[in-house]
């Protein structure tokens, strides 16, 4: 079965970098586009990032862009979020998600678990 | 950007029918997909491309499209209905394309 599970989580001062990961398992990683959704609490969802099945194509949101990678390693089945300069407001649960496709539009369909990142002093 | 509205919440009692719309400008033209939250939890998609439901979602739930406007349909609404909704499209025409509404609480009363 199609398992997502994220990891790196935690708090980080403010300015400060933290990378997360997203191990994928069940399914062919290298054949799907990939997804960052983040909640911060007590919020709605907000969609973060997407990457293409190939690496090659990468979207992000205003909120992020500039500030947040995607990338992943095929060869590991693992996703990653790097996140640079981070702020108060990037504290939220961050999801990966396995992008599914209905012309012309991509939907999450499976989520994993998240990891929780706390921007403080 | 494209932005998605939800109401806020919904109340209904148990065995009614709950309806959760989700509006944008020209949502005919998208796809919208669903996802319910429950507490605690991650999201759990549960209807896309407008109308479609995984395996192991229940029929009860269901989509649909018209105008401008998106509806995600809860018939004999039970206990366990009770969740945060979000509508979601993938507007191809932004460099952001990804949407997600400001979510609905499904409250069983």
């Known amino acids: 079965q199609v398992q997502l599970v994220e990891s790196g989580g935690g708090v980080v001062q403010p300015g400060r970098s933290l990378r997360l990961s997203c191990a994928a398992s069940?399914?062919?990683?290298?054949?799907?586009?990939m997804h960052w959704v983040r909640q911060a609490p007590g919020k709605g969802l907000e969609w973060v990032a997407v990457?293409?099945?190939?690496?090659?194509?990468?979207y992000y949101a205003d909120s992020v862009k500039g500030r947040f990678t995607i990338s992943r390693d095929n060869s590991k089945n693992t996703l990653i979020l790097q996140m640079n300069s981070l702020r108060a407001e990037d504290t939220a649960v961050y999801y990966c998600?396995?992008?599914?496709?209905?012309?012309?539009?991509?939907?999450?369909?499976?989520w994993g678990q998240g990891t929780l990142v706390t921007v403080s002093s | 950007s494209y932005v998605l509205t939800q109401p806020p919440s919904v109340s209904v009692a148990p065995g009614q029918t709950a309806r959760i719309t989700c509006g944008g400008n020209?949502?005919?033209?998208?796809?919208v997909h669903w996802y319910q939250q429950k507490p605690g939890q991650a999201p759990v998609l549960v209807v896309y491309?407008?109308?479609d439901r995984p395996s192991g979602i229940p029929e009860r739930l269901s989509g649909s499209h018209s105008g401008n406007t998106a509806t995600l349909t809860i018939s004999r609404v039970e206990a366990g209905d009770e969740a945060d909704y979000y509508c979601q499209v993938w507007d191809n025409s932004s460099d952001h394309p990804g949407v997600f509404g400001g979510g609905t609480k499904l409250t069983v009363l």
């Open positions: 491309g407008d109308s």
């Open positions: 069940g399914f062919t990683f290298s054949s799907s586009a």
């Open positions: 998600a396995r992008a599914d496709f209905i012309g012309p539009s991509y939907f999450l369909d499976f």
């Open positions: 990457i293409s099945y190939d690496g090659i194509k990468k």
């Open positions: 020209n949502i005919g033209t998208k796809r």
